[in-house]
T-cell receptor
């Protein structure tokens, strides 16, 4: 079936460090891929998305590229800030925004 | 523009009691989703509505869970009777489906249920 495997956390980095959170997906169909972020005390927010192979989603300095050959959608940021501390979820869906299948989430903590 | 509204934000009940959660989607969004999020896990879909029709309820435990969206706007999710294992966060999301394309899903803040 459809699934998403996400890098386990928690991840702790110093401010201005480079961030990578790994995500791989099952290659059933032609999924759209997403990264959602959940800040403390808030609801899930869409961070970025990509709908086809080789698309790059980007937002707030974060990037992820839809890699069909490796079935991956790794999240990266060149220089993290304390305000990036949150839980990050990788997700996939078929046919646009029908059922979203989420990974288990990665808690990121940035220390000054 | 108001986002997805959920109430209550927190609920504590004893096992075997009933409980209900309410969701008001973003105005104009015709698709509404209920997700269950267990601690340390990603959300899992319980039910998806397009207008007032439940188009995917395959993951809804129908022996104790029920949902409705009578006028195709707000929705209620009910558990009766609640069990200890139902302790989780219940998330509501909405999106606009128009002309074959689907917009992103917008999530509410969730209702955190604790069953004692």
């Amino acid at each position: 079936g459809n699934s998403v495997t996400q890098m386990e956390g928690p991840v702790t980095l110093s401010e201005e460090a480079f961030l990578t959170i790994n995500c791989t997906y099952t290659a059933t169909g032609y999924p759209s891929l997403f990264w959602y972020v959940q800040y403390p005390g808030e609801g899930l927010q869409l961070l970025l998305k990509a709908t086809k192979a080789d698309d790059k989603g980007s937002n707030k300095g974060f990037e992820a590229t839809y890699r069909k050959e490796t079935t991956s959608f790794h999240l990266e940021k060149g220089s993290v800030q304390v305000s990036d501390s949150a839980v990050y979820f990788c997700a996939r869906s078929n046919f646009g925004n029908e059922k979203l299948t989420f990974g288990t989430g990665t808690r990121l903590t940035i220390i000054p | 523009e108001a986002g997805v509204v959920q109430s209550p934000r927190y609920k504590i009940i004893e096992k075997k009691q009933p409980v209900a959660f309410w969701c008001n989607p973003i105005s104009g969004h015709n698709t509404l989703y209920w997700y269950l999020q267990n601690l340390g896990q990603g959300p899992e879909l319980l039910i998806r509505y397009e207008n007032e029709e439940a188009v995917d309820d395959s993951q809804l435990p129908k022996d104790r869970f029920s949902a409705e969206r009578l006028k195709g706007v707000d929705s209620t999710l009910k558990i009766q009777p609640a069990e200890l294992g139902d302790s989780a966060v219940y998330l509501c999301a909405s999106s606009l489906v128009a002309g074959g394309s689907r917009d992103e899903q917008f999530f509410g803040p969730g209702t955190r249920l604790t069953v004692l």
